[in-house]
């Protein structure tokens, strides 16, 4: 008599660690923007958060187009189960570092590593994951406090090594809700077009 065994194979488990489309390290507004446009891409988005988003020490956010008032935790809440409800997961887990090895990065945490194609870096506590890439740092000029930026960032995100990108302030913008937001998801834009080999817009109905 013979016995059949049938071993189910995780894809996303394979090659040494659990495997997405694209990593976003920070949940602040920028990262969770970029994840809600990746997800709705149905690219496969894990987002890491410490919860140090200096947004959510903001009481009452009177600048945001379309919401006449709303905390920041509020609004980091709201952002959180969008990007949820879209496909993105969200693991509360500080990342321990990051690398690229070949085509992949791999990022490393308590839990295990992780690996994508795509990582975007928008954690402004942890901007040190940017100097082990080997990309310089400098002071952000368009905040009145010390906090770092990508030298010479633009704003667009794009870094000089391939498929890393950078959204929020460490991307060289000044310090508002909003533009953080829109910039996130122009990052999330130029990857889901790369990834899906087509220009990617999300029509709303």
Known sequence: MKVLIYFHVDQHRMKGGMSYDVIILGGGISGLSAALYTGQAQLKTLVFDTGASQITRV??????????VISGEE??????????AYGAEVRDEEVA?????????????ASGTYRS????VSSNANSSLLSDFGIELEVNPRIPRPINQMKDGDGSGETSIENLYVAG?????????VI??????????KIATKALEKPYMWHDV
Do not use: D
């Open 75 to 84: 609004l980091i809440s709201v952002y959180r189960k969008q990007a949820e």
């Open 169 to 177: 302030l460490l991307a060289g913008l000044p310090s508002q809700a």
């Open 59 to 68: 009481s009452k956010l009177n600048n945001y187009p379309g919401i006449e």
């Open 180 to 189: 953080a937001a829109g910039q996130g998801a122009s990052v999330a834009v």
């Open 117 to 120: 194609k795509y990582l975007v």
């Open 97 to 109: 570092s990051a690398k690229k090895e070949g085509e992949e990065f791999l990022v490393e945490t």
